[in-house]
């Protein structure tokens, strides 16, 4: 009975390897089971074609120039003249301050400027020594600073022609000279020239050798679908950012009869002239799920697809524009059979 025990025991352990064997033999041809398939493709050469660059941006219009206006040191306010929506000319009084110090500054200015003259004379005269002379001229100089510097802070000149789109003191109030306004900055009024308005667009890189001061182009604003404002390139920035491999570009948009406002959401269409790009048909592009990358298929030498990511540019009819560093004239683009492509599948070129 023993003897009978230990021999179905023995069986029992041979018949478990055996199965582990196989199991473990199953597993290693499931993972050496490459696709061996052989997919047919048809392919075209990449080639340059001459198109027109029509580009088309967003952004926001801020105005041509903002002043935060504001005395060059604190002291009280007299009198402002001018109130929120009120048109400025440049040299139009804004705002008038104390005057006690620029009186006290122009009384002794004229004390400084009797004693240099009279001293003036008996320098030419040699009667004192130039020592004298200079300290006497000196003081003239600087007491003609000092009433200057007070005039141009205690009567307040607009410098641009613009509107009034802030107001921050009263009169009577004094100006402390701490930052008061949305922009950090300290000021008792705030001008903005709004005839032109300016956008800022940024463009990628590629683009840097088409653009060109005064290049017109067209702005459009939602409130009014039906206008186009003219507008033109008023400055390229001379850097690219290494980040996102772009420039800023400033444009003004003409803005004549005042409808337009700063903070307005505007589309910016410029055209850059002709130039040479790669042109691909719109079905070999293929989007990459769940994210907006395309990428295309570029057949090898070896017969297998190798798969390039690439950025879209413009479309022109049935083709789009691509741009990558990885593709160039005359490679082979897959533009049929490509939907069932993998980086390495096995292809098979058909005419």
């Known amino acids: 009975m023993k003897r009978t025990s230990w021999i179905f025991f023995a069986v029992l352990t041979i018949i478990s390897a055996s199965c582990n064997r196989s199991k473990n033999e199953q ?26 660059i029509n580009v088309h941006y967003t952004a926001n219009l801020v105005a041509f120039e903002e002043v935060n206006y504001a005395p060059a040191s604190p002291g009280r306010i007299e009198e402002i003249y001018v109130e929120i929506g ?10 008038q301050m104390d005057r006690t110090q620029l009186i006290q500054a122009e009384e002794q200015f004229q004390t400084a400027k009797s004693n240099f003259l009279r001293m003036d ?4 005269l040699n009667s004192i020594s130039k020592l004298q002379y200079e300290t006497v001229k000196t003081q003239y100089e600087v007491s003609k600073a000092s009433v200057e510097f007070l005039r141009k802070n205690t009567t307040l000149y607009s410098p641009i022609n613009g509107v009034i789109t802030g107001k921050y003191f009263e009169n009577g109030e004094l100006y402390a ?6 922009a950090g900055k300290a000021a008792i009024v705030t001008i903005m ?44 920035y001379p850097t690219v950012n290494s980040s996102t491999r772009t420039f800023p570009v400033e444009l003004t948009i003409n ?26 048909p719109a079905n070999a592009l293929v989007k990459q799920e769940g994210t907006n990358n395309f990428y295309i298929f570029l057949a090898q030498e070896n017969n297998t697809a190798d ?8 479309r022109y009819d049935d083709k789009i524009e ?18 069932r492509l993998f980086k390495g599948s096995r292809i098979s070129i058909v005419k």
Not at 323 to 330: C, F, M, N, P, Y
Request: aromatic content about 6%; proline content about 6%; overall charge positive.
């Open 177 to 182: 000279g701490v930052p008061n306004t949305a």
């Open 307 to 314: 798969k390039i990511i690439v950025e879209t540019g413009s």
């Open 86 to 95: 009120n048109k400025v000319s440049k040299g139009s009084i804004i705002a």
């Open 121 to 124: 004379t008996l320098y030419k």
């Open 255 to 280: 803005n004549s009869n005042e409808i337009l406002r700063p903070g307005m959401f505007a589309r910016i269409s410029m055209n850059l002239g002709e130039a040479k790009s790669l042109l691909v």
């Open 322 to 339: 691509i741009i990558s560093d990885k593709v160039e004239e005359g490679d082979k683009i897959i533009v049929t059979g490509q939907d």
């Open 27 to 52: 597993k290693t041809v499931n993972n050496n089971n490459i696709d061996t398939t052989v997919y047919p493709v048809k392919v075209i050469p990449l080639e340059k074609q001459k198109v027109t």
């Open 193 to 236: 020239q709004i005839d032109p308005l300016k956008a800022i667009i940024n463009l990628p890189e590629r683009y840097y050798p088409l653009m060109k001061k005064e290049i017109e182009a067209l702005a459009q604003v939602d409130i009014f679908p039906d206008k186009e404002f003219k507008a033109k390139v008023y400055k390229i």
